[in-house]
């Protein structure tokens, strides 16, 4: 550029105002705006050279005048273009719209945690089915020909050899064909089904964890043990169990734990019913005829041993969150279910 700064006279600043609004109003990016600042407001483009210059009140009014237009000018074209306005239409700066975020329900919260608690005992996970034989549901597990759960009475049947699983059960007979002996120290979690009335307590499909642990030596001791860690685990560090002994099938002794009340501790409350304790499922020692069906080579009663358990995750998370109905767990209501995140 080759305006003189000299004298104020030399340059037209009418002009140059209209020339730099004009650079500023098309400036098309931050580095076109910048190149323009440099232009007609950066120290060395001839307005500031002027003002610098300046010595008498009348040049410096009408200059600094336009110094302010053009700031403007550029305050304009900054927000215009940080701002970004798009073709008028819409404020890309404004908040969006989150999406919902979904959480996992309580029962496979519960699930996990149940998992994540016998992994760190050094329990392996692995499935079962819910479609089941007669075989697996209730032969191999013990079951008399007059119990009950054969009856279509209380079980889902299919036809006359399957059955949709009445206890997770099923799936010792399962893992311990498949392992072919000893060690065994596996879980298993998933769905139940069973003809009940439904009301408050009952559902007729439900949760429960299996456990089964065989090896030499494993005792009664092993299963207090390992359920007392559990329910600690669970329903927290103070908690303590206590064992009444039950019956079933496949178990024997069969004994049913009941974990201290987390709530009031043992004393008495709503929760526990005013008697300190919880009923929490069925547990024994694994009835040596299961060994012999299975294969008593592989797994000779005179040597291996075992214990087992099953609870339902819906009554862990009745008690542990307080909550009043079985049935809201299967409700899908978002008011309910959204407070367990
Ligand atoms: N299967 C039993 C039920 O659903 C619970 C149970 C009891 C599981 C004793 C076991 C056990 O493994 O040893 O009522």
């Given at each position: ?21 004009a ?36 040049s ?57 608690v ?36 209380d ?9 949709l ?16 002996g ?8 998933g ?17 429960q964890?299996?456990?089964?642990a ?124 959204g407070?367990?995140?």
């Open positions: 550029m080759d305006r003189t700064p000299d004298t104020v006279a030399a340059v037209n600043w009418d002009e140059l105002e209209r020339e730099a609004v650079a500023y109003e098309s400036a098309a990016s931050g580095d076109e705006l910048e190149e323009v600042h440099v232009r007609y407001l950066g120290r060395k483009a001839a307005l500031p050279q002027a003002l610098r210059g300046v010595r008498d009140r009348e410096g009014m009408t200059l600094n005048a336009v110094r302010r237009r053009l700031e403007e000018a550029e305050e304009a074209a900054r927000a215009r273009l940080d701002g970004g306005t798009v073709a008028g239409d819409y404020d890309v700066t404004l908040p969006g719209d989150a999406p919902p975020r979904g959480h996992l329900h309580l029962i496979t919260q519960i699930r996990r945690e149940v998992e994540d016998f992994l760190g005992l050094g329990y392996e996970v692995v499935d079962g089915r819910e479609v089941e034989t007669t075989h697996y549901n209730f032969d191999a597990l013990n079951f008399p020909d007059w119990h009950p759960a054969r009856s279509t009475g079980s889902f049947f299919l036809d006359d050899t399957r059955v699983r009445t206890e997770t059960s099923p799936s010792q007979i399962r893992t311990m064909e498949e392992r072919g000893p060690p065994i120290y596996m879980i298993t979690t769905r139940v089904y069973r003809r009940e009335n439904v009301d408050a307590t009952h559902t007729q499909t439900f949760h964890v299996e456990g089964l065989v090896d030499e030596g494993i005792t009664l001791a092993d299963l207090k043990g390992t359920l007392l860690a559990f329910m600690r685990a669970i329903f927290g560090p103070e908690r303590r169990v206590r064992f009444r002994t039950h019956y079933f099938p496949f178990t024997e002794p069969s004994i049913e734990p009941d974990v201290s009340c987390f709530l009031c501790d043992g004393v008495g409350c709503a929760v526990c019913k005013h008697s300190g304790w919880l009923e929490m499922g069925g547990s024994g020692m694994v009835d040596p005829a299961l060994f012999e069906f299975v294969d008593p080579e592989k797994y000779d009663p005179e040597k291996v041993s075992g214990f087992a358990f099953g609870l339902g995750l819906e009554r862990i998370a009745l008690l542990r969150h307080g909550l009043p109905d079985i049935r809201l767990l299967w409700g899908n209501d978002l008011r309910v279910l407070q367990f995140r």
